[in-house]
């Protein structure tokens, strides 16, 4: 009982800061499915219209991908058992890193628990506390916990500004033994496009090492979805190159790939590597059987382009601000969080699924709903949550 008291005394200032958010629109209500991905969900037992997952190409749930992962459970069992460095690595997980290298068109990668895990890992063992990093000042979460970590000084450039990238480095990189340049390259709360070629350009100029977080242009971006360095052209000149499996491959998972020196070193220096248990079988199975889906054809990535081109110019014909996306990714401008907020709980009403983006995940005053396009949605299933967004903008005053 004492210690009851002492507890909450001790955690009452929780208390207070989730009572602060609920008063700013900025608790996150976090909703449970209780059906597979795809274009429809159930969600709090309500059947509504996907518009929120990061399965761009409908594989979450793909049957190959669901048959080779239960087909692969069958010979290997589930879990690794072991981190990568004693026991934990398969020959899947060789096999995988294999494919992935000559998907991606470089020597060597490597694989990860996840794209948060894969920074984790590659910053820290790329920099340390003598170096510098120049970061864009949009840069994911990982991206910063990774460099944080590194200890390294973190220097931010503006986001996506080439040119203030030169100035930073022309200011400071004289004093680092070591710099590293890292972008992401789609930014995931805009769906805008790193200049990446420019980019390169700069770092090469300053000898920086160049890393770009590729976790939403994997499988979206270039030829069937090669990425940003293939949809940019700058094969084997991208130093390092962190992906996401969780995102259009529909499992989970992480992989660094690009120069097989980095790569080599992420094996003796990687702690995410060498301190967490590898990823498990029915994951590797289930990103190596999409891999042979994005290797036979384009159509999945095709349709996804399609879908989005389409959605977005109607969502413009109805007056809605989807500020400066170039990619799947659709955010819809809304401004203060309790509208977007309120937006997302309507449209929910009205069978749509799409959740709403407030500070810290965007900057304040910059909220929205992030609306992501899939190739699973069919002309029918957009047509449905065109609909609904006019019903629902309409309703709160947002478009005329
Ligand atoms: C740029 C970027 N990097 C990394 C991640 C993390 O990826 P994962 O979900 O595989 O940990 C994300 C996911 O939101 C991301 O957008």
Redesign the pocket.
């Known amino acids: 009982m004492t210690s009851e008291i002492q507890t909450s005394s001790k955690l009452r200032w929780i208390e207070t800061e989730l009572q602060s958010l609920k008063d700013n629109g900025l608790y996150n209500r976090i909703r449970t499915l209780s059906s597979p991905q795809g274009a429809w969900l159930v969600v709090d037992g309500k059947r509504v219209l996907n518009f929120c997952s990061?399965n761009y190409l409908g594989l979450a749930n793909h049957p190959r991908i669901v048959q080779a992962a239960r087909e692969t459970v069958e010979r290997y069992g589930v879990g690794p058992a072991a981190v990568r460095s004693i026991a934990g690595t398969m020959d899947l997980h060789l096999q995988l890193e294999q494919r992935l290298a000559t998907f991606k068109g470089v020597d060597s990668a490597i694989t990860f628990q996840?794209?948060?895990?894969?920074?984790l890992a590659v910053i820290p063992a790329l920099v340390g506390k003598e170096d510098a990093i120049f970061s864009d000042e949009l840069?994911?979460?990982?991206?910063i916990d990774g460099s944080r970590l590194s200890g390294a000084k973190i220097i931010r450039y503006a986001h996506c500004d080439p040119a203030d990238l030169q100035r930073v480095l022309q200011e400071n990189r004289s004093a680092f033994p070591r710099a590293m340049v890292i972008t992401?390259?789609?930014?995931?709360m805009d769906g805008d496009i790193a200049p990446l070629d420019k980019i390169l350009e700069v770092a090469q100029q300053y000898e920086a090492i160049l890393m770009v977080?590729?976790?939403?242009g994997e499988g979206v971006l270039g030829k069937g979805g090669r990425g940003i360095v293939d949809h940019f052209g700058l094969h084997g000149r991208v130093d390092v190159e962190?992906g996401?499996?969780?995102?259009a491959f529909g499992v989970?998972?992480?992989v660094v790939a690009g120069n097989p020196l980095v790569v080599e070193w992420l094996r003796q220096r990687g702690r995410p590597f060498l301190f967490s248990s590898a990823m498990t079988v029915p994951d590797v199975a289930a990103c190596l059987a999409a891999l042979d889906v994005l290797e036979e054809s384009t159509e999945l990535v095709d349709r996804l382009w399609d879908n989005a081109r389409y959605f977005k110019a109607e969502m413009l014909r109805l007056g809605f601000d989807t500020g400066k996306s170039a990619t799947p990714i659709t955010p819809v401008m809304l401004g203060e969080a309790p509208l977007a907020q309120q937006f997302s709980r309507e449209l929910f009403n009205n069978g749509v699924f799409a959740m709403a983006l407030g500070f810290p995940t965007v900057p304040r005053g910059k909220a929205r709903i992030r609306v992501m396009i899939s190739a699973a949605h069919s002309k029918d299933d957009l047509d449905q949550g065109l609909q609904a967004f006019a019903r629902v903008g309409r309703g709160l005053s947002v478009i005329s």
């Open positions: 990061n996840s794209g948060f895990s894969a920074n840069n994911h979460a990982s991206i992401d390259g789609v930014f995931s977080d590729d976790a939403h962190v996401t499996l969780s995102k989970v998972g992480g």
